[in-house]
């Protein structure tokens, strides 16, 4: 096997992920459960890394999006319990997730009868947690279901709940205004609702924060949180009041491919969209947008190389992008370039470039592609 960092690669550091974990459980009171959320091919970490690492950083339990994402899991051996944060609607889906011992949400009576009819005979008891919508608008059932759901949950024989929970929309929002508002609006609704079910409570887990929920307001956190970007060591909450120094997960790194000189006034790339204002030296690196640099980025963005922000100039193309190193003359062919991540003592953050790109930081860290090999260090 050849190198696999020849041209482009990410870096994943599950130590981050672990570290990080075990954070943000020192401010979650006492017997509150994390569940990390390693959906996307763990933010494009590598979902059994990170779930590993997470495990070992104290989390209970692991979420993801799709049936695959489960199975993947399990057939890696990972036993910690998986909920599917998607919705799954047939019953091939539904009984593969009983197969693999993964709970689905469940956002109808009608899912949750078909769940009842699977496991019949089966021996499992199918666990499930049912999801009611709050504000996000998105998967849940309506509020005013949620006792009658629960109730008829709780009297199937083959089902077993082990959560209720809702999603927050705008908990990453400012500190104050719109986003406050609406998220004390969707926690008193939640409340609301919980308030319906005390005689049957206890018997299961209630959860509504992701990672700003989480970190902005301790009164969201209830018996779990569900964290995903967090976990991968990224701030979702600019005025975070609780300090803990998460540790970036990822880094993304390339190597110079070829070296050359151009007089003043020489235009570089498609477009031309950079022209040379003094004689320079450029570095083509091998890393474009096939491998998850936005071309939105182009001529917005620097490399870290020993510490020092090269410029990134032109266009960027599919499969390489151009550096103005006339200030740095001595980087060689082959040299490795950061491009995202940890160098030194600096750092380029997923959130530098989304702000660039009009983008988010988990768009960005699910943007890198299979092109990019993954090197666990
Ligand atoms: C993705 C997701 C999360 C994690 O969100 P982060 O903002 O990355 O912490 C939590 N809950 C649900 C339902 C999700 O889909």
């Not at 997730?97 to 009842?116: F, G, H, V, Y």
């Not at 021996?123 to 949620?146: I, N, Q």
């Not at 880094?251 to 477009?271: C, E, L, T």
């Not at 890198?368 to 090999?373: C, H, I, S, V, W």
Request: glycine residues 10%; hydrophobic residues 40%.
């Amino acid at each position: 096997m050849h190198d696999p960092r020849q041209r482009a690669w990410l870096e994943v550091n599950p130590s981050a992920v672990e570290a990080n974990t075990k954070a943000i459980k020192q401010v979650l009171s006492k017997g509150c459960e994390l569940m990390a959320v390693v959906k996307a091919d763990g933010y494009g970490h590598g979902a059994e890394t990170v779930a590993r690492a997470a495990l070992r950083g104290g989390a209970s339990d692991l979420g993801v999006a799709t049936l695959d994402e489960g199975i993947q899991l399990r057939q890696a051996s990972i036993d910690a319990p998986i909920l599917l944060l998607g919705n799954l609607s047939s019953p091939e889906e539904l009984s593969a997730c009983l197969d693999w011992r993964l709970m689905p949400t469940l956002s109808t009576l009608k899912q949750a009868m078909l769940c009842q009819d699977l496991a019949e005979g089966t021996g499992s008891k199918f666990k499930v947690h049912l999801k009611v919508d709050t504000g996000m608008t998105r998967l849940g059932c309506d509020m005013k279901e949620v006792f009658s759901i629960v109730n008829t949950i709780q009297r199937f024989s083959n089902l077993n709940l082990k959560g209720v929970y809702s999603h927050l929309s705008m908990a990453d929002g400012e500190r104050y205004g719109k986003s406050e508002r609406i998220t004390s609006e969707q926690k008193r609704r939640f409340e609301s609702v919980l308030e319906m079910l005390p005689p049957m409570k206890k018997e299961f887990c209630v959860h509504i924060a992701n990672s700003a929920g989480t970190l902005r307001d301790p009164s969201l956190h209830y018996d779990m949180v569900r964290v995903g970007l967090a976990l991968y060591g990224h701030s979702p909450i600019k005025d975070l009041e609780l300090d803990l120094s998460l540790k970036p997960a990822l880094g993304v790194k390339a190597r110079v491919a070829f070296i050359r000189d151009v007089p003043s006034g020489v235009g570089v790339s498609y477009g031309h969209t950079f022209v040379t204002q003094r004689s320079s030296r450029l570095a083509v690196v091998g890393i474009g947008y096939a491998d998850g640099v936005s071309r939105a980025l182009s001529g917005q963005i620097s490399a870290l190389v020993n510490g020092k922000f090269l410029p990134q100039v032109g266009s960027i193309t599919m499969d390489q992008l151009m550096l103005d190193i006339t200030d740095y003359p001595d980087l060689k062919v082959g040299t490795i370039v950061t491009m995202l991540g940890q160098d030194g003592d600096q750092l380029i953050s997923p959130k530098q470039w989304s702000d660039v790109s009009g983008s988010i930081p988990w768009e960005v860290l699910c943007g890198f592609k299979n092109r990019l090999p993954r090197i666990v260090i």
